[in-house]
């Protein structure tokens, strides 16, 4: 079956510009997650969805940065006035619920010039 | 305290070596323990759950030590393609209720096997 999807696999965008990153996951899984991982690190926590609501989006690094799931399924990752420093690969993941075993996207290489 | 920590790292090992990397989480209620495999621009993959009681896959067998909250992985007989980095996950469990809650990643620790 399908795995996880995300795109666009790679985005540039200039410094001060609005992005959105898309994560299909798999089909029934109720929670999602979104990380963030720098080159050398390991993923970075930053919001976790169970169905349609936010279960936890304390990983969120200010308020440029806000993530949507409006039908528990689909979720897109917004970042306002992206600076130099949102240069990372953006990983989704879901899980059939949550805490349990979770398949990860191929990410989204994001780049701010 | 992080959450979840791992040994830094590199480990350079000849082929043939064991090998044990070791993990330690700051949340008491957590109760979902994993070790994810990732390489080089990959994404990560589910190596194995680790259970209270231990479990063993092959040549890898993880362990787990709620008192001293405690996980470790054992590598016997490092093969060239295990090298990779490998990432110890734990559930950060909610206030709520400890059997849901998101998954937060140690840092990784890098394993180069060296023929």
């Known amino acids: 079956g399908a795995g996880v999807s995300q795109t666009p696999s790679n985005k540039v965008t200039e410094k001060g510009k609005y992005v959105e990153l898309r994560c299909d996951p798999i089909?029934?899984?109720?929670?999602l997650y979104w990380y963030r991982q720098s080159l050398g690190q390991g993923p970075e926590f930053l919001i976790y969805?169970?169905?349609?609501?936010?279960?936890?989006d304390s990983g969120l690094p200010n308020d440029r940065f806000f993530a949507v799931r409006p039908e528990g399924s689909v979720s897109t990752l917004k970042i306002q006035r992206t600076e130099r420093g949102d240069s990372a690969v953006y990983l989704c993941?879901?899980?059939?619920?949550?805490?349990?075993?979770?398949?990860f996207g191929q990410g989204t290489r994001l780049t701010v010039v | 305290r992080k959450e979840v920590e791992q040994d830094p790292g590199p480990f350079n090992v000849p082929e043939g070596a064991t090998v044990a990397f070791n993990c330690t989480y700051s949340n008491s209620a957590s109760q979902s323990f994993f070790w994810y495999r990732q390489d080089c621009r990959k994404e990560p993959k589910l190596l194995m759950s680790v259970y209270s009681s231990g479990n063993e896959d092959g040549r890898f067998t993880a362990q787990l030590n709620r008192a001293s909250q405690y996980i470790s992985l054992l590598i016997r007989d490092s093969k060239l393609s295990d090298s990779a980095t490998y990432l110890c996950?734990?559930?950060?469990?909610?206030?709520?209720?400890?059997?849901?809650?998101?998954?937060?990643f140690g840092k990784g620790t890098k394993l180069s096997v060296k023929p």
């Open positions: 996950v734990v559930n950060l469990a909610l206030n709520y209720g400890g059997s849901q809650g998101n998954l937060i």
């Open positions: 993941a879901s899980s059939l619920k949550g805490a349990d075993e979770a398949f």
């Open positions: 089909s029934g899984h109720t929670a």
């Open positions: 969805f169970q169905g349609t609501g936010a279960a936890d």
